[in-house]
């Protein structure tokens, strides 16, 4: 039996903290081990014997607020977002993933398994907030040089997306790890992506993977 990812939720509103911890309930695999506000999380991050942080900026987070320093908290952190225009913000802050506040369920535990396996994780409404500065013809350019995947490539990338090693999707596919090996080199080839987590993210933007 493999062992429950540990969630600590962060949340301004104990109500919000609430509903959203009778929400993941619902999770497999998953607990919660802690609620606490902004002003808290960092102490309680320290503390709790957690996996990661499911932060929910609620509805009036505005982009100028301060925003904590993710990327220095001791745990990886999933940001659920109201807005689009927060999203920029958000990453630059340092959040591993952002979801949406009205994600269903699914959408949540695909998102946790991912950060809880290093990955990063956008939902494809945020993806292009992180981009607003490319410009259009090099945007063309780039989509044009993407090579269509084969449907056992898609397969492989949506295991990737979910944090699966390549042992794990070798066994899900009943396939073997070098063929597994051979899939995930390809998908990186027609991303034009540097790694796993950066084939998954241009996947995303691309609205190739749905969260």
Do not use: Y
């Not at 506000?37 to 301060?66: I, P």
């Not at 950060?115 to 490319?134: I, K």
């Not at 090099?138 to 044009?144: K, P, Q, V």
């Amino acid at each position: 039996m493999e062992a429950e990812l540990r969630l600590l939720l962060v949340a301004e509103d104990p109500l919000a903290r609430a509903g959203l911890a009778r929400l993941l309930a619902e999770l497999p695999g998953c607990v919660v081990v802690g609620q606490t506000n902004s002003a808290d999380a960092a102490a309680a991050a320290a503390e709790e014997q957690a996996d990661l942080l499911m932060w929910d900026l609620g509805w009036e987070t505005a982009v100028n607020d301060d925003l904590p320093p993710f990327d220095e908290l001791p745990l990886p952190t999933l940001a659920l977002l109201a807005d689009v225009e927060q999203a920029a913000a958000v990453w630059t802050a340092g959040a591993r993933a952002l979801l949406r506040r009205d994600a269903e369920v699914d959408k949540l535990l695909a998102g946790v398994t991912a950060v809880a396996a290093g990955l990063c994780v956008l939902d494809p409404a945020f993806a292009t907030a992180l981009h607003p500065t490319a410009p259009p013809d090099a945007e063309a350019e780039d989509e044009g040089a993407v090579q269509t995947l084969t449907p056992r490539e898609g397969e492989v990338l949506r295991l990737l997306a979910e944090g699966l090693t390549n042992k794990a999707i070798a066994q899900r596919l009943e396939i073997s790890d070098h063929t597994v090996k051979f899939h995930v080199n390809a998908i990186l080839g027609k991303l034009n992506a540097q790694s796993r987590t950066d084939a998954v993210v241009r996947a995303t933007r691309r609205g190739w993977l749905s969260l």
